[in-house]
């Protein structure tokens, strides 16, 4: 992408952001796996899992994870089994920078207790 068209300002964000990553590395993964009752099965940076009504959760985290990207899936936290089919949505906690909410829903679209794992992607 050029960024020759691209004001003055900008630029200079876009060379101290590539900056950042040449001497940082890559972003950094926190994750947690979620059982479906809300308790925290393990995870990297997550400090804790709480089921707060049917289907929806909050995971804290170590550190401000407002400004990273979520990615989650549903799942069970162990090997053995099936997860059931269902759907997921994930948003930042707007009362914790360190949290994020969780829904979890049928297939069908209805809220269901459903374990889950979820990944934050971060700068470094």
Request: aromatic share 8%.
């Amino acid at each position: 992408m050029s960024t020759s068209n691209l004001p003055d300002a900008v630029q200079q964000a876009l060379t101290a952001a590539a900056a950042e990553v040449e001497t940082h590395g890559c972003a950094c993964t926190l994750f947690a796996v979620v059982n479906a009752n809300g308790t925290l099965a393990f995870g990297f940076g997550a400090v804790s899992s709480t089921k707060l009504a049917t289907g929806e959760y909050q995971v804290i985290f170590n550190r401000n994870v407002r400004d990273c990207a979520y990615v989650a899936t549903i799942g069970l936290s162990g090997n053995l089994g099936g997860s059931p089919a269902g759907e997921i949505a994930v948003v930042g906690r707007f009362n914790n920078v360190n949290g994020v909410f969780v829904q979890t829903f049928t297939s069908a679209g209805v809220p269901a207790d459903l374990g889950f794992h979820l990944a934050v992607h971060c700068r470094p």
